[in-house]
Nanobody, 114 residues
Framework: QVEFVESGGGSVQPGGSLRLSCTVH????????IRWYRQAPGKQRELVAT????????AYADSVKGRFTISRDHAKNTVYLQMNSLHPEDTAVYYC???????WGQGTQVTVAS
């Protein structure tokens, strides 16, 4: 059984920052890459960032490169997404999962607006 619990979302003004957390319940955390995804209203879910199990490799969507940073804390079974210089286009529900795509969590809402 695997469960993803996302938190840390909120409402910020353009240019602001947020740090999202993804806590993974289950035995897969140490051996799995973890991805952050987002889904804006009326749009398909899109991949935002990936971190491999060892933490040494990360990858980002072009739209967030240079603004978002993904990291992981093995002691806490948690992956973070530090989001800086937020744009209104970053408004979405953010989810985490592995590339295998287990059952999705509830996500955390991020709203960027003046």
């Amino acid at each position: 059984q695997v469960e993803f619990v996302e938190s840390g979302g909120g409402s910020v003004q353009p240019g602001g920052s947020l740090r999202l957390s993804c806590t993974v319940h289950g035995s897969i955390f140490l051996s799995s890459a973890i991805r952050w995804y987002r889904q804006a209203p009326g749009k398909q879910r899109e991949l935002v960032a990936t971190i491999r199990s060892g933490g040494g490799f990360t990858a980002y969507a072009d739209s967030v490169k240079g603004r978002f940073t993904i990291s992981r804390d093995h002691a806490k079974n948690t992956v973070y997404l530090q989001m800086n210089s937020l744009h209104p286009e970053d408004t979405a529900v953010y989810y985490c999962n592995t590339p295998t795509e287990w059952e999705w969590g509830q996500g955390t809402q991020v709203t960027v607006a003046s």
